[in-house]
Each structure stands twice: as structure tokens, then as C-alpha cells.
């Protein structure tokens, strides 16, 4: 690494790591707003944490204080605990093929550990034959949805939310680990009055040596983040079922990698009352990128996006609520 590269962070970054809390944690040329709770990233798309990147040690240490505060609780025991009653909230992850299936089950099980309020998990399927069936805990209920020849998230995930009990749906992907107050934090600010809830300000990525670490000991590994990601939309959207169902749900006509969460969660701002404070830090499991994210821009379902959002959000929502 260039030496202007490490004394730039050491005279502009360095200083600001050792000053503020870890959840206010910035790259130097961006502006971040609070609401007393969490952090409003003032910028669209997502960035790496630069000081993480230079010195590796910073990300470690961010990433432990984090965690420290919310804590991953991944289960071990089986069977798992039954809610008393109905569940509050539903966890809505969608899935396809074998590949991921060491990720999903990793992703149950800190869904498990969820603390002070009643959830389930739906997973649904989008395959050929029900691959993963057997294999799932038998606490998860299991949805099966026919193959399309791209994965089509948005189908997985509106097919869940139909079949979801909870009064919060978690819109969630298969390699992500969650704290263990994350349902109940989405319950909180529901009871607030909220309709749609971003909670997340750090991403934190793991490598593919930590990532099997994961898979063999069903533990979170201490050590360093291969990339800090801030200001990630998506890959874990709350919601109030009504409110999800008012806008008209995911947009199916996503699919392969890419846009639907940005393209739903700009109908959820006009749609209903949207948070977007990060104050909850989760961690994400190593996998190969998807075919479609190496086209970056050039991906069918990203030009799809950018098709979209030339038409108003209000009359995305009606569209959809006439198909």
C-alpha cells in the first residue's frame, strides 16, 4: 500500500477512530446525520470503511465493539425452543440450489438466538424438486415455489410474506447473521409507528477462511473483516406485513442479481413512514459473486432498476397493486 495512502489515514482517519463511538465511524470526505439513536448515511450507494482497508487491525477492533454492544447469539441446542403463542415477527428468506445451503443453515441459527420476542423463519424454495426440505430444522416452515431460469428473489420473497403469521415480516437473505435483539429492535420501532425499517450500519464481511470457521464450529469468529460496508440497503429490510402488502410487495420483474431493494424501498419512503437509522451491525458470510453482480451495471435486473425508477414510486405502487 502506497505510504501516502497509509499517512492520509493516519493524519485523517486515524485520529477520528480513536475519538468518536464506533457506530459514528465515517470515511473522511462523507457526512453522516443521527437521530439520537442511529445513523443516516447522507450518501446513496454503499461504501467500504477506508480506515479498515489500511489498517486491518482498526477493523478488528470496530468490529469487536460492535459486536461487544449486539451480540450474534448462534443456537446449539436441538430441537429449538417453540414460541409461546403467535409469532411477532417473521423472518422471510429465499433460497435456491445446494451451494448456499451451509449459509442458511448458519443464518437459522442466529435467527434462533433471538431474544425477547416470539419469531419464525419461512424459507422458500425456488427450485426444479424440493432440494432442501429434508434438511431444513423442523422449526423453519418450508415454502416451495417452481424454478425460473434466473433466481427470482422477489417471487421467494412475496410468496413467504404470504404465508407469514407475523405482524413484522424481516425481508432476509441466506448468508446473513443477525444480533440477537434484531427482531425485537424491528418490533420497537414498529411500536413506534414506523412501517418499513432499515437497521443496519455496519456490514461486516467475512473471508472465506472465517466464513467455514462459521460452518464448522456454529460460532462467530473473532478476527478481521475482509470489507466494512456502510450504508448497505437491503439483503435485510423490515417491515409491518399490511405495509408491505399496501405497496404492492417486491417487484417480480427482477431477475438475477440486483436493484429490487433499492427499487422497493423507494416505493416504501412515499408509501408508508420509512427509518433509515443504522444502529445494528450484522455480518456476512463469504460465498462466490453471483453471475449477474460481475456485470455490474450491465446486469438485466440493474437495468431493470434504472428503467424503474424513471417512473414516480406512486405509480410503481399502483401498477403493482393491479397485477
Not at 425452543?81 to 445451503?101: E, K, M, N, W, Y
Not at 429490487?260 to 450484522?282: I, Q, S
Amino acid at each position: 500500500m502506497p505510504l501516502r495512502t497509509i499517512a492520509g489515514a493516519l493524519i485523517h482517519d486515524v485520529p477520528r477512530f480513536l475519538r468518536v463511538p464506533w457506530i459514528e465511524m465515517r470515511n473522511r470526505n462523507e457526512s453522516i446525520t443521527g437521530d439520537g439513536r442511529g445513523i443516516r448515511c447522507n450518501w446513496e450507494f454503499t461504501s467500504d470503511l477506508h480506515i479498515a482497508k489500511v489498517f486491518p487491525s482498526a477493523g478488528a477492533r470496530l468490529m469487536r465493539k460492535a459486536f461487544t454492544q449486539w451480540p450474534i447469539a448462534m443456537f446449539s441446542g436441538a430441537p429449538a425452543p417453540s414460541p409461546a403463542g403467535d409469532p411477532q415477527v417473521s423472518f422471510v428468506i429465499g433460497h435456491r440450489g445446494l451451494d448456499r445451503l451451509p449459509h442458511l443453515l448458519a443464518t437459522l441459527r442466529s435467527i434462533v438466538g433471538q431474544t425477547d420476542v416470539a419469531v419464525e423463519c419461512v424459507v422458500v424454495e425456488q427450485s426444479a424438486t424440493r432440494e432442501i426440505e429434508s434438511r431444513l430444522p423442523p422449526w423453519v416452515r418450508y415454502v416451495h415455489t417452481p424454478s425460473t431460469d434466473d433466481y427470482n428473489r422477489a417471487w421467494t420473497l412475496n410468496a413467504g410474506v404470504a404465508a407469514a403469521r407475523g405482524e413484522v415480516v424481516i425481508l432476509h437473505d441466506n448468508d446473513m447473521l443477525v444480533p440477537a435483539r434484531y427482531a425485537a429492535e424491528c418490533i420497537a420501532r414498529a411500536n413506534e409507528g414506523w412501517d418499513f425499517m432499515e437497521l443496519k450500519r455496519f456490514t461486516f464481511y467475512l473471508d472465506e477462511a472465517r466464513t467455514r470457521e462459521v460452518f464448522e464450529t456454529g460460532q462467530v469468529p473473532a478476527g478481521v473483516p475482509s470489507t466494512i460496508v456502510q450504508n448497505l440497503l437491503g439483503a435485510t429490510i423490515a417491515a409491518r406485513r399490511s405495509a408491505y402488502l399496501a405497496i404492492g410487495g417486491f417487484d417480480q420483474s427482477f431477475v438475477g442479481w440486483g436493484g429490487e431493494d433499492n427499487e422497493f424501498w423507494e416505493r416504501a419512503e412515499v408509501g408508508g413512514k420509512a427509518y433509515r437509522f443504522g444502529y445494528l451491525p450484522f455480518l456476512h458470510l463469504f460465498h462466490a459473486p453471483q453471475k449477474g453482480k460481475l456485470l455490474g451495471n450491465d446486469a438485466p435486473a440493474v437495468k431493470r432498476y434504472q428503467e424503474l425508477r424513471a417512473v414516480p414510486a406512486e405509480e410503481r405502487i399502483k401498477r403493482l397493486l393491479r397485477r
